[in-house]
């Protein structure tokens, strides 16, 4: 096999990847996570790109530090196998200082990581990827060879997910907005496994709500605390469907406290909880100490991104949005919700149970975009 010239690659690792960032196992002095929306295949090998954000500035051998750096692997899915081709350094302001790349890439150099080790995971994270898109993102480099178009293939319906709360057991889900916009339908699965087709009734664009319908009855319904201000320092719980990918579709649970009673620059509409939170968390209930809900989870600081301008990272950075304007919007929209003044302490396992009774997945369906036609070569 003739091997790669891996510099016709390096554009890719300098271009500005989208969103779906996903964690790794990291070490004290930094935070690494794999791009998955950076996956595609390539030349029969699969790509994908590391981020690594450093709690401090780091020696470079040019003289120069660097506070992150962008890794670019290629690998084998089928072998479990992976080798570095690219490495990208990134001072102050995010300003690239250095960049090596493997000129020429060999199969036989690819070699398996060390099991529980950040590539082992980034590997099977992006490996899971590319089997999901069915290794058909194209390479946006390589030039077509002449060919005769076959009958194109349907491509699988894509789809993404979040959280909700029932607030009404005859059907009303409360979730964001940025869950479900840009849509061409609406599903909910319950703690029943139910698959429930639903409909987008309301949304608030300024406190990123969206309120679903589905024409079944749920059992139970959250309820919601009169006295919906967060207060400084309360522990809260967090229930939702964070990484259904990689961590199944059961609702997952964190514990943690209020640290801020504001959001982002001060957003009095939204608070700071100390709970952990990832992609897909998004719309599930903040509750207190009696299981009410007082907040609904709305995004995570990037902490990586903090790092790469500020030097400095962040831990556990987290946003939720208040009660007050969850209770504003059930009400604009005369949803019946239950509240309570209850403040009596339950244990965790029962705020836990509570919390998963009433907090459902919510996916986005697209239409399928026709996968491309296979390409015959001329003899």
Avoid at 77 to 87: F, W, Y
Avoid at 186 to 199: P, S
Avoid at 201 to 208: E, G, I, S, Y
Wanted: glycine letters at 6%.
């Amino acid at each position: 096999m003739r091997p790669i010239v891996v510099s016709s690659l390096f554009a890719f690792a300098t271009a500005a990847w989208a969103v779906d960032w996903r964690p790794l196992p990291s070490s004290a002095g930094h935070q690494a996570t794999v791009d998955l929306d950076s996956v595609a295949a390539t030349k029969g090998f699969t790509r994908f790109t590391v981020r690594r954000a450093w709690a401090s500035a780091q020696p470079h051998a040019s003289g120069k530090e660097y506070l992150s750096t962008r890794l670019l692997y290629m690998a084998d899915c089928n072998a479990g196998t992976a080798v570095l081709v690219v490495t990208q350094y990134y001072g102050e302001d995010r300003k690239l200082i250095q960049a090596d790349v493997k000129p020429q890439l060999k199969r036989s150099e690819l070699a398996a990581p060390e099991a529980g080790s950040e590539l082992a995971e980034a590997l099977k994270l992006a490996c899971v990827r590319i089997a999901e898109s069915g290794g058909a993102k194209a390479d946006v480099a390589k030039k077509p060879e002449p060919s005769t178009a076959a009958p194109a293939k349907p491509a699988p319906s894509r789809s993404s997910s979040g959280s909700g709360i029932v607030v009404h057991r005859a059907g009303s889900i409360l979730t964001n907005l940025h869950v479900v916009k840009e849509c061409d339908g609406h599903e909910v699965i319950d703690d029943a496994n139910r698959r429930l087709k639903a409909k987008l009734l309301a949304v608030d664009t300024r406190n990123d709500l969206a309120l679903l319908s589905v024409e079944e009855s749920f059992s139970v319904a959250a309820t919601v605390r009169k006295d919906a201000a967060p207060r400084l320092g309360e522990p809260v719980t967090v229930v939702g469907f964070p990484l259904v990918n990689v961590l199944g579709a059961r609702p997952s649970v964190g514990f943690g406290n209020v640290t801020s009673t504001v959001g982002i620059r001060g957003n009095p509409s939204q608070m700071q909880i100390s709970v952990p939170i990832q992609r897909g968390a998004s719309g599930g209930p903040v509750l207190d100490q009696s299981a009410n809900v007082i907040g609904v989870v709305v995004s995570k600081l990037d902490a990586l991104k903090l790092a790469e301008r500020l030097g400095d990272l962040a831990q556990n950075v987290n946003f939720a949005i208040r009660g007050e304007p969850v209770r504003a919007f059930l009400e604009a929209n005369r949803i019946q919700y239950a509240d309570s003044n209850d403040s009596a302490a339950l244990a965790s396992t029962e705020i836990a149970s509570r919390g998963a009774a009433v907090t459902v997945r919510v996916r986005c369906l697209r239409e399928a975009v026709p996968a491309p036609a296979p390409t015959i070569k001329q003899q």
